[in-house]
């Protein structure tokens, strides 16, 4: 354990949080380099699916193919959870599910917060990125951290996010604490992934579809190149309409609004 484990989390003894949430373990950091990182190092030991590592702050946060997530102290939740299977290709998107469901289980305001999923990873609010999803594999399991931009940091987004990131905060959501955010997520994760299946069930697919930032949008995908993204498949991939009227899969690579 880091020199920056808590005891306490969101005002609440870690044990606490472990028990409430049914889940094998719970770790807490002021700082740490990658939630990812640490909870690695808990799939490879046996005993832990469903543990999760939170922490107020990350060094060196990142996003998928290697990019940098820019994760402040006290802005956003930070978190990782060790899941019971490999990464499959749909696997991002039901846990973006997971935390989507989640925000709308909190308290609601006067303006509600709809989260939409950009395929494959990331969770917006209209066209603006509210948090992003990476999942790796840990030998027989999976890893996936989530970030969330809960309240807008002092002073404001990093130039390069300046118009392009938002928060729960910026987006009128009632005011909460992140544990209660994570419990919600954690909850989901283990509803949605309580049967694991190479294909995604019917409910949990129109779901998704209803949130699918991307559907009947030009996008620009690494893959294949542009065209219009038509819906979600029950195994995960992306439709695309090509410009010549043609439909491909998108498996894999970046998929970006045009």
């Not at 999760?52 to 802005?75: E, K, Y």
């Not at 410009?243 to 998108?250: A, E, L, T």
Request: proline share 7%; hydrophobic share 40%; aromatic share 4%.
């Amino acid at each position: 354990m880091s020199a920056d484990s808590l005891t306490h989390w969101g005002g609440e003894p870690v044990a606490t949080l472990r028990e409430l949430w049914g889940v094998p373990t719970v770790e807490a950091y002021e700082r740490l380099s990658s939630t990812n990182d640490r909870a690695k190092e808990l799939a490879a030991e046996p005993g832990h699916t469903f543990a999760v590592v939170v922490a107020n702050q990350q060094t060196a946060g990142r996003g998928r193919r290697g990019a940098s997530w820019h994760s402040p102290p006290g802005s956003g939740l930070w978190m990782s959870v060790v899941l019971p299977s490999a990464p499959a290709l749909h696997l991002p998107l039901l846990v973006g599910l997971a935390a989507a469901q989640a925000i709308d289980g909190l308290e609601p305001t006067e303006r509600s917060v709809r989260v939409g999923i950009e395929w494959p990873n990331d969770l917006v609010v209209g066209s603006r990125k509210l948090g992003g999803i990476l999942c790796e594999g840990a030998g027989d399991a999976a890893v996936a951290g989530i970030g969330i931009n809960v309240r807008t940091p002092a002073g404001g987004f990093p130039e390069e996010l300046t118009g392009r990131a938002t928060s729960l905060e910026e987006q009128g959501a009632k005011a909460m604490s992140h544990n209660t955010l994570c419990g919600l997520i954690v909850s989901a994760l283990e509803r949605l992934l309580a049967r694991p299946s190479p294909r995604l069930e019917p409910e949990v697919l129109a779901d998704l579809r209803a949130r699918d930032a991307l559907a009947d949008r030009p996008v620009l995908t690494e893959e294949h190149g542009p065209g219009t993204a038509r819906g979600i498949e029950a195994d995960g991939a992306l439709v695309l309409e090509r410009p010549d009227g043609s439909r491909v899969r998108v498996l894999a690579g970046s998929v970006r609004p045009a």
